[in-house]
């Protein structure tokens, strides 16, 4: 199966004719679910197919296409496509160069972290009868109390 | 210079993946609880800097947390501009112990502070026992 056959290509293509504007071209194809679903395919892959399409006869169902693999590509993280879109221009692509430019300006580059919980381990600890309680509790540490 | 815009801390950041916009919501301002310590399952530290052009692009930062003037947790971590002129980060903080009520400090820095969210942790009534003499 081939990596754009996922393609609602007959909605791009409504899409594509419909659209007055770059814009309006970038939010709706931006919206499509089956590009939302080619842009999980990794970087690399995209980019490859992009190369064997734009050689081909410039026909609408292969511009459309070379747009949503476009689109799929303003999903991924800057770094990985900035070659890529830099390059955009050579091609003769009528809109590449404003979607291109969409996508950096809407791009406000963000930095995603998890920290995870520190694991607090159970901390046994002899204490004598005389201790008022069977249960202290020191630096946030559970104890667990033996009584000896 | 390198500006802060916004910090907070909130219980849910989420960012739109067709926009790149950021949703936050329930922002944290205080925490109650009758009893300490108190675990915080999940909460996200959000903030979005500026920097001046001749700045640097990407910036080590330390996000410290601190209760009262005890030191809970510190994060190293990384802000990349990208090139461009503003940059954001979510820090998700998967589990916090606060062992006490005090005032809870989310101080981010580059060596000296940029910004800081304070949250008030209060310890609210819980069950009370009395005890009197005969």
């Known amino acids: ?148 | 210079m390198i500006k802060p815009i916004l910090t907070l801390c909130a219980e849910g950041v989420v960012i739109d993946r067709e926009t790149n916009n950021v949703s936050i919501f329930n922002i944290l301002e205080q925490l109650s609880s009758p009893g300490f310590p108190l675990f915080i399952q999940k909460l996200f530290f959000f903030h979005l800097l500026e920097r001046d052009e001749g700045d640097q692009e990407k910036i080590d930062m330390e996000l410290k947390i601190e209760l009262d003037d005890n030191e809970l947790l510190k994060v190293p971590f990384r802000n990349d501009f990208q090139g461009k002129m503003r940059s954001r980060s979510v820090i998700t903080i998967g589990g916090l112990v606060i062992p006490n009520p005090g005032s809870l400090k989310f101080n981010l820095g580059n060596g000296v502070e940029l910004s800081s969210y304070k949250i008030i942790v209060n310890r609210i009534g819980g069950p009370k026992a009395e005890v009197k003499a005969e």
């Open chain 1, 1 to 148: 199966m081939k990596l754009t056959d996922e393609l609602d290509l007959n909605e791009l293509k409504k899409i594509y004719l419909f659209s007055n504007t770059p814009l309006y071209l970038y939010n709706n194809f931006k919206r499509n679910k089956s590009i939302q679903n080619l842009s999980e395919t990794d970087t690399k892959t995209l980019i490859n197919h992009f190369d064997k399409i734009i050689i081909k006869k410039p026909t609408l169902d292969n511009l459309v296409t070379l747009y949503a693999l476009i689109m799929g590509l303003t999903f991924k993280d800057i770094h990985e496509v900035n070659g890529f879109f830099d390059k955009l221009d050579i091609y003769n692509i009528e809109w590449a160069k404003e979607i291109r430019n969409i996508y950096k300006a809407k791009n406000i580059p963000t930095q995603i972290y998890k920290v995870k919980a520190r694991i607090i381990r159970p901390e046994i600890k002899i204490i004598s009868e005389s201790a008022s309680s069977p249960m202290q509790i020191k630096d946030s540490k559970p104890i667990i109390s033996i009584k000896e």
